[in-house]
């Protein structure tokens, strides 16, 4: 389908991210922390060559946590915009680093499938004309199911519309 802006009003609009359970402030907070934890072994060890052998390993451990919570934020950054009207349905995927995936169909040819017994649980399909992509795949399990059943109501409203 052709990918145009549309200014009606959808039967169904939803926006889904990654959750994250700590904020900017709990995460430098935290990282504080770790560096107050870290610096305590070596506060016996201060002005002994046992200092300088120790400071290199505590400081890359720092970093290696800094760099973790830099590649949560950067992940975070993943969106996914899921619009249904009666005669379309979008998928818009915003990537953590720009890019842009879209998908369309008409919602009388979708098929959506919840694969209970796969990896991972209640792994989301949406198959429409030849071509079958996943839906919130960075969801939990009971959310992937919450989902599922929104979608169901909202596709039997374009029908009904």
Do not use: C
């Not at 016996?44 to 919570?69: C, E, I, Q, Y």
């Not at 915009?81 to 998908?103: K, N, Q």
């Amino acid at each position: 389908m052709e990918w145009r802006e549309r200014h009606d009003n959808p039967i169904y609009h939803v926006t889904l991210w990654p959750h994250r359970s700590m904020s900017k402030g709990l995460r430098k907070r935290m990282l504080g922390l770790a560096a107050l934890g870290l610096a305590v072994p070596l506060i016996p060890a201060w002005g002994t060559p046992v200092f300088w052998g120790l400071l290199p390993f505590l400081l890359g451990a720092l970093l290696l946590l800094w760099l973790g919570f830099r590649v949560s934020d950067q992940s975070g950054k993943l969106r996914e915009e899921l619009t249904i009207w009666r005669d379309e349905m979008r998928v818009e995927r915003h990537e953590p680093r720009g890019g842009v995936r879209r998908w369309a169909a008409d919602p009388f040819n979708v098929r959506l499938m919840l694969h209970e017994d796969g990896r991972p649980e209640n792994y989301l399909t949406i198959r429409g004309g030849s071509r079958e992509i996943e839906l919130g795949a960075f969801l939990a399990p009971w959310e992937r199911l919450e989902l599922k059943e929104e979608v169901d109501t909202a596709l039997a409203r374009a029908f009904r519309a």
